[in-house]
């Protein structure tokens, strides 16, 4: 076992939810030296051509983790990982965060094609394809930005991924509704912290209204433009928000995730032309620290 490799106890915990071979002579060999190939690339973030030799050929890794990106394989193994961190009780739903961070574009990730990408078997658009391949422009070139919301044990639980330049407070609604941990018992899958915490970019009247609505208990600042605002308006303008200082310190729980995901060459600068293969990076990314916990 190389550096970085799966580990005995990592392997275990994964295989059962990866992909079987189906029908006479079977699809796949075994997966364990393809990922450990894709986790090296993660890794590292060399050129998908400079695998070592010990990973296979270079083409397999790179489709397949293509393949899985498109046709969200990666999205429901890490949703089977947590289902099964969750039934052990590992989750905290105690305090969420949520938060962003902005990676930097390589000039190798622009220059894909207009058309949108097909899958390799059902010649359909992936589900995560973005239109702008989520390629954000600026003075400071070309940039993507990630959305996450961590649990109190800094893992992610959901992850989107957009441009650089859009907002945060937009996105709050989106990611928070990617968050579906599945009950291996059965029954609908758990959707709703029981707090959410997020610093002043995610205060607006919608994003209060949607947490309100969904009887979900939140921790973000008022800013003081939205704050005069509201004064202003006397009875009009509503109540106070309410905002405990004890618990935003647990904020750093987020940013701690985002630290952990970033140690990854590949998450903290992006290389994928496509928006989805990068989201396929970040999402493996995010399994990955779910079997190191």
């Known amino acids: 076992m190389g550096r970085g490799d799966l580990s005995d106890a990592q392997w275990a915990q994964l295989e059962p939810h990866l992909p079987k071979n189906v029908g006479r002579g079977g699809r796949w060999k075994c997966h364990r030296k393809v990922i450990n190939g894709i986790l090296f690339r993660q890794r590292t973030g060399l050129p998908w051509r400079d695998l070592p030799t010990r990973f296979g050929k270079w083409k397999t890794c790179h489709d397949r983790h293509r393949r899985w990106s498109a046709d969200s394989t990666w999205e429901r193994v890490l949703r089977a990982v947590q289902a099964d961190a969750d039934a052990e009780g590992r989750v905290d739903w105690s305090m969420v965060g949520i938060d962003s961070t902005t990676c930097r574009a390589h000039q190798h990730a622009s220059g894909a094609r207009r058309r949108p990408p097909r899958?390799?078997?059902?010649?359909?658009?992936?589900?995560?394809?973005h239109p702008g391949e989520a390629l954000g422009r600026s003075r400071g070139g070309l940039t993507t930005k990630i959305h996450l919301v961590a649990d109190g044990g800094c893992r992610p639980l959901a992850v989107l991924v957009t441009p650089g330049q859009w907002g945060?407070?937009?996105?709050?609604?989106?990611?928070l509704e990617r968050v579906r941990v599945p009950r291996p018992g059965g029954g609908h899958p758990r959707?709703?912290?029981?707090?959410?915490?997020?610093?002043?970019?995610?205060?607006?009247?919608?994003?209060?209204?949607?947490?309100r609505r969904r009887q979900i208990k939140h921790t973000i600042p008022e800013p003081k433009n939205q704050r005069a605002n509201r004064q202003r308006r006397g009875s009009r303008g509503g109540r106070p928000?309410?905002?405990?200082?004890?618990?935003?310190?647990?904020?750093?729980?987020?940013?701690?995730?985002?630290?952990?995901?970033?140690?990854?060459?590949?998450v903290a600068t992006r290389y994928d032309k496509r928006a989805y293969i990068f989201?396929?990076?970040?999402?493996?990314?995010?399994?990955?620290?779910?079997?190191?916990?």
Do not use: C
């Not at 945060?168 to 990611?175: F, L, N, R, S, W």
């Open 191 to 211: 959707t709703r912290p029981d707090h959410v915490s997020g610093d002043k970019a995610y205060s607006s009247l919608r994003n209060r209204h949607y947490l």
């Open 168 to 175: 945060d407070a937009p996105q709050m609604i989106p990611v």
């Open 119 to 129: 899958s390799l078997k059902k010649h359909i658009q992936s589900a995560q394809h």
């Open 241 to 266: 928000t309410g905002f405990d200082r004890s618990l935003y310190k647990r904020r750093n729980e987020v940013e701690r995730t985002i630290n952990a995901l970033k140690t990854s060459r590949a």
């Open 279 to 293: 989201h396929g990076t970040v999402t493996l990314a995010a399994i990955r620290l779910w079997l190191h916990s």
